[in-house]
């Protein structure tokens, strides 16, 4: 049977959606607007048959597809908002049918190419449907693209009461572009043996490897005096934090210089004036070692500006963020096997590669609910090139109704 269809429906009208997280907000969702996204499945999960259908208080939407033979409880995961890193609101979806290989060109931005020869995935998809926003914006396949899948397969299911799988339990969630989107209240709530998250990228990806990562907010206060008066008195935080950015490594060490399994220092923030800055910084690795290392090292850059100035604050607090699946799906590699299984089975070979981020499942996986990565198609997220093939994301789709056949067969 062919999602095609249904899937280009629901991601162009889920993108269509501003989504938004804020890692400034401390709400919870951290943007008032992901309710427009959250409210809206609930009502879908409603008009599909879904049981058990719940808001919970920190946003997620959680619902069950009941099961039609026994077997493990399987969690179905997917987040709703959309990456603060680019412009979200307003997003223009537009689909190319029959993708003829060529650039692809955007009508809000026309300067702007998609080509397969910069992005040789894109190579592989002619003939395909191909979903991109206007130019302006992201797209929102991350995650919008996840959510598409599950709800397809969902109402799927729920019309085919032949088709046997165990009980699944589906979960939308906010905030994960924020690394806030698996609440502590989530694992009990979501009642889940192992689960999947649909927040990977290129068909055949299942992934069970993530970075491990912290934050750092470096706080930096200055002397602040009328610049007139300033000779020998002011302190200049903004030159401060110049330096310190200055300092951190630029030619190696960052995420532009740097791919598999090599970490990154990352400055993603400036923020204040001459009295005070705050500088923010990520740091990632796949080995807990070399996080600690990286965290290490922005300490004594740190350590090193202020001792130039002794008149300066300057203080460096780092926070755990989420740490690499692999440390326990390694332990029982039952959800990537059954996964792998249900892909061979529909012809596609698993491809696992350690994912240069964190999902959901990063969390998940650490709070006791095993949770590896599949793919959706989505490609360049976060940024005005994100694209995805539909026919990617039908494969998706078959691969959710295998793993559920799959673990039926099982029992």
Not at 69 to 76: D, E, K, S
Not at 185 to 208: H, Q, S
Request: net charge negative; charged share 25%.
């Amino acid at each position: 049977m062919s999602f095609d269809t249904e899937l280009t429906d629901r991601l162009t009208r889920y993108a269509a959606i501003d989504s938004q997280s804020d890692a400034d907000s401390a709400s919870s969702p951290s943007t008032g607007i992901q309710h427009k996204i959250l409210d809206l499945l609930v009502q879908e999960l409603t008009e599909i048959g879904a049981a058990e259908i719940t808001k919970t208080e920190y946003g997620a939407v959680i619902a069950t597809i009941p099961g039609t033979a026994p077997g493990p409880t399987i969690g179905f995961l997917a987040h709703v908002d959309t990456a603060p890193q680019f412009n979200a609101t307003g997003v223009k979806p537009r689909v190319i049918k029959g993708y003829n290989g060529g650039d692809i060109t955007y009508p809000d931005a026309p300067d702007l190419v998609l080509s397969p020869a910069a992005y040789p995935y894109l190579a592989e998809k002619i003939g395909c449907d191909i979903i991109t926003a206007s130019g302006l914006t992201l797209l929102g396949a991350d995650d919008k693209a996840g959510v598409a899948i599950i709800m397809t397969a969902a109402r799927h299911l729920l019309t085919h009461p032949e088709i046997a799988h165990p009980p699944l339990r589906i979960a939308f969630t906010p905030d994960e572009e924020i690394g806030r989107g698996v609440d502590r209240r989530l694992p009990a709530d979501l009642k889940a043996d192992f689960a999947y998250t649909f927040d990977g990228g290129k068909l055949g990806e299942i992934e069970y490897e993530s970075f491990s990562a912290d934050g750092a907010v470096i706080a930096i206060k200055g002397v602040s005096i009328h610049p007139g008066l300033a000779k020998g008195k002011l302190v200049n935080a903004a030159h401060l934090a110049a330096k310190i950015v200055d300092m951190l490594p630029q030619a190696t060490m960052t995420p532009e210089t740097t791919d598999e399994r090599e970490g990154f220092i990352h400055v993603t923030d400036l923020s204040g004036g001459s009295s005070e800055m705050e500088v923010r910084v990520i740091l990632r690795d796949f080995e807990l070692d070399g996080l600690e290392a990286k965290g290490a090292m922005v300490r004594k850059v740190c350590e090193a500006v202020a001792a130039t100035e002794p008149r300066a604050q300057i203080t460096c607090a780092i926070t755990p963020q989420y740490r690499n699946m692999r440390y326990w799906l390694e332990k029982d590699m039952t959800p990537v096997e059954l996964a792998r299984d249900a892909a061979r089975e529909l012809g596609i070979e698993p491809v696992s590669v350690p994912i240069r981020g964190g999902t959901d499942g990063s969390r998940l996986t650490e709070m006791g609910v095993p949770c590896p990565n599949l793919f959706t198609g989505m490609q360049n997220i976060h940024g005005p090139l994100e694209w995805v093939a539909v026919q990617d994301m039908a494969r998706a789709t078959d691969l959710l109704l295998a793993i559920g056949k799959g673990a039926a067969a099982k029992g």
